[in-house]
């Protein structure tokens, strides 16, 4: 077997700082309120454009 296998890895990949961190999960925050509003509003047009009728009708 190859020498590198049988040594500990010691690669961490990238540490981020706890800065780093809180500027993530603001982030991911923005995105998910943005693309929660996206939703309701992507709802609202579609109720808006079909009229409030739709919701009216026999299931």
Same mark, same amino acid.
């Given at each position: 077997? /190859?020498?590198? #296998?049988?040594?500990? !890895?010691?690669?961490?990949?990238?540490? @981020? !700082? +706890? +800065?780093?961190?809180?500027?993530?999960?603001?982030?991911?925050? /923005?995105? /998910? @309120?943005?693309?929660?509003?996206?939703? =309701?509003? #992507?709802?609202?047009?579609? =109720? /808006?454009? @079909?009229?409030?009728? =739709?919701?009216?009708?026999?299931?």
């Amino acid at each position: 077997m /190859a020498q590198w #296998m049988d040594q500990p !890895t010691r690669n961490q990949g990238i540490v @981020l !700082t +706890e +800065e780093q961190k809180k500027r993530r999960r603001r982030r991911s925050v /923005a995105i /998910a @309120l943005l693309l929660g509003a996206f939703v =309701v509003l #992507m709802y609202f047009v579609t =109720v /808006a454009k @079909l009229g409030p009728g =739709v919701l009216k009708r026999p299931l």
